[in-house]
């Protein structure tokens, strides 16, 4: 039996795209994680053929086409899987911008000892005509989730939250204070998710570490000049930080504009 279990955590950017350039398998492979946990996967289950045959897929697709979606790839069978936020008031996620319950968002997992969460938050868009939505309903509904989540079993969640959380996560604060990524409603629901105990689990081993970014931007050669943002996560609750043994970003694994980040823990 493994002592410890591995899990990552993408934003893809279009799980197809990056097939075609054909670094998702073989990273897989040789960082053989036990749970990849994928978002922004702009596709339904079956349209991209895959060959890890050693993992069972887990999809919750956009109704959209090519829009938003998540993923889990497993090779621990989980106790139970539920999609979305079950119980949300479905009335309030109908923001004007599609519908975020039918976006294919969030995918959970229980096993064992803990529940996995795979989250892929909604952006504020560059308007920020999503941001009121982002801030008022999104966030807290999606926090009071893992806190009713926590009262069963410990939590890991990961996923892109597209926010960064402080200054000395995003490379250029000062210009970005009102952007999308860095408003202070973002980040205050960030602080949110801390102040109810949940654990960044790079902050807990790196507090101080300055360049390490999770994305880019396309323009001015931005990841070629590390001019980036820490928007990808994995959080735990704090029953889980004593078995917590290594966060980290791989910075060097191209294919998306994001790169993936991981955590491993031990197994009871």
Partial sequence: MPKS??????????????????????FVREYKPDIVCLQETKAQKGQAEIDLPEYEEVWNSAQKPGYAGTAIFTKVKPLSITYDIPDADEKKFRDGF????????????EFNDYILVNVYTPNA???LARLKFRHTIWDPTFLDYLKRLEIKKPIVFCGDLNVAHREIDIA????????????????EGADHIVEAGFIDTF???YP?????????????????????????????SPKL?????????HQDIMGSDHCPVEIEFSIL
């Fill in 98 to 109: 599609g519908d975020p319950l039918r976006e294919g968002r969030v995918i959970t997992m």
């Fill in 241 to 249: 930080k004593k078995r917590l043994m290594s966060a980290s970003i």
């Fill in 125 to 127: 868009k560059r308007d």
């Fill in 172 to 187: 250029r604060p000062k210009d970005n204070h009102k952007n999308a990524g860095f408003t202070d409603e973002e980040r």
């Fill in 208 to 236: 101080d570490q300055k360049d390490a970014y999770t994305w880019w931007s396309a323009f001015q050669r931005a990841r070629e000049r590390n001019i980036g943002w820490r928007i990808d996560y994995f959080f735990i």
């Fill in 203 to 205: 902050r807990y081993f």
């Fill in 5 to 26: 279990l591995k899990l990552i955590s993408c934003n893809v950017n279009g799980l197809r795209a990056v097939l075609r350039k054909g670094t998702f398998a073989p």
